[in-house]
């Protein structure tokens, strides 16, 4: 497109907007037809010349020169109507790209294009499982997020999955699901109710780190926060087992102090593994860097109905920062009759208890940042016990993990 014409074009978005208009450009007169818009968009500071004065209008505009005065738009959109809005969104997705190099903050951009914003993650991991009638895995893992902004208080979010197995292809070696669903409805900074399939994280993970489908009241004032919960965990043995659950935390600064509650109903729920309610409590001590750290949980089982876990951490981690990192070593053990079902740690086949036991093992796992968003992610377990399955004593994985 040739130059003038573009910028004619343009002109149009920044109709009403005021800027005193004197023509800068030594090559465009007051007799040419685009006169009154190139010296208006001069001024408005969103088109530039050349060094010698001229405009040079004739000559046919890249896709990076618009997309330039696409970000200096941007920067003026509190005072367009909206009909113009609409026509800057439009622009700011077919040049998402040239705006990201130009430094255009590729968030900001996507909050403009039709409300609607994608992120994600990719992982490479290799696992060496303890089971011994079981094989090591080496596969693949993206997810994509997608949430859509429906008002200044309410989203929605989905989260696109999918595994791709290069080593003994498992079952759903290449399948591509939606893992997650909910929205998220705000009322004021401090207070949400969510509702769909979304993400539960306990404490530190050793218990429980995946979905639920369900309800969630949530709120935090940045030193208090609370929750509370109804629906259906979607891991372990409470798998589609009705719950209602809690916890609350208070950041006293020098630690964090975390409780949580669940209470399984229906005639499966004491059946599956032995107890239907179970309380825990976490305990974060940072010192500068480090950090001691522990939980204990406690059920209603009749044996073999507590769990811990105790361990110290280092960490400057920052994905944005390489050689930044974190390295933590634990010691759990959990009881036959006191886990969830959920556990965080990748290096996890082992976690199948026999009955009447507590496992046992140690752990260390850590991340490193090698690039911008890119980490490698370790796990070692050792001294494992007390495993239903004909298991080694150790188990490990490494995986590459990009965040985009």
Same mark, same amino acid.
């Given at each position: 497109?040739?130059?003038? !014409?573009?910028?004619? @074009? ?21 007799? #040419? ?7 208006? %968009? ?38 367009? +109507? ?8 439009? %622009? ?10 130009? $430094? ?16 994600? /993650? ?6 060496? +499982? ?6 090591? @895995? ?9 949430? =859509? ?18 080593? /003994? ?29 979304? #993400?539960?994280?306990?404490?530190? =993970? ?26 259906? !965990?979607?891991? $372990? ?10 916890? %609350?935390?208070? /950041?006293?600064?020098?630690?964090? !102090? +975390? ?33 001691? &750290? ?16 105790? =361990?110290?951490?280092?960490?400057? !981690? ?21 886990? %969830?079902? $959920? ?5 996890? /086949? ?14 260390? &796992?850590? #991340? ?6 890119? @980490? ?29």
């Amino acid at each position: 497109m040739k130059k003038i !014409l573009a910028l004619a @074009t343009v002109a149009a978005l920044t109709a009403g907007v005021s800027a005193y208009a004197a023509n800068p450009f030594s090559d465009v007169t007051a007799d #040419d037809w685009a006169y009154q818009a190139v010296s208006d %968009l001069s001024a408005q500071g969103v088109v530039e010349g050349y060094p010698d004065g001229t405009f040079k209008g004739e000559r046919n505009m890249t896709r990076y020169e618009l997309a330039q005065i696409v970000a200096r738009l941007m920067a003026k959109e509190d005072q367009l +109507n909206a009909e113009q809005q609409a026509t800057l969104d439009k %622009l700011a997705g077919e040049y998402a790209d040239e705006l990201a190099n130009l $430094g255009v903050r590729v968030s900001n951009l996507e909050k403009k294009v039709g409300n609607i914003s994608w992120a994600g /993650d990719a992982k490479m991991m290799y696992t060496n +499982n303890a089971k011994k009638a079981g094989t090591d @895995t080496y596969k693949g893992r993206i997810r994509l997020n997608v949430k =859509g902004q429906v008002n200044d208080a309410t989203y929605v979010q989905g989260r696109i999955l999918t595994n791709m197995y290069f080593k /003994d292809a498992g079952k759903d070696d290449g399948n591509t699901t939606m893992d997650r669903l909910f929205v998220n409805h705000s009322f004021g900074d401090k207070t949400s109710v969510v509702l769909g399939r979304q #993400d539960l994280t306990v404490f530190g =993970g050793l218990e429980y780190d995946d979905a639920f489908d369900g309800a969630k009241l949530a709120y935090s004032d940045g030193k208090f926060d609370a929750y509370a919960a109804f629906g259906q !965990l979607n891991a $372990g043995d409470y798998d589609k087992t009705d719950a209602a659950f809690g916890g %609350l935390g208070y /950041d006293f600064g020098a630690a964090k !102090l +975390n409780a949580a509650y669940f209470n399984f109903t229906g005639d499966k729920a004491k059946t599956v593994s032995g107890f239907d309610s179970i309380w825990g409590a976490n305990l974060v001590v940072p010192v500068d860097n480090f950090s001691v &750290f522990g939980e204990y949980w406690d059920s209603n089982a009749d044996k073999n109905d507590n769990a811990y876990q105790a =361990g110290i951490g280092y960490s400057t !981690l920052d994905a944005s920062k390489p050689g930044t990192f974190a390295l933590n070593v634990a010691y759990n053990r959990v009881g036959a009759g006191a886990y %969830l079902g $959920g556990t965080t740690y990748d290096a996890s /086949d082992f976690f199948d208890i026999a009955a009447g036991k507590d496992l046992k093992f140690w752990n260390v &796992f850590g #991340d490193v940042v090698l690039q911008k968003n890119v @980490t490698l992610h370790g796990e070692y377990a050792w001294d494992i016990e007390n495993t239903k399955a004909d298991c080694d004593d150790n188990a490990w994985t490494v995986s590459l993990n990009y965040a985009f």
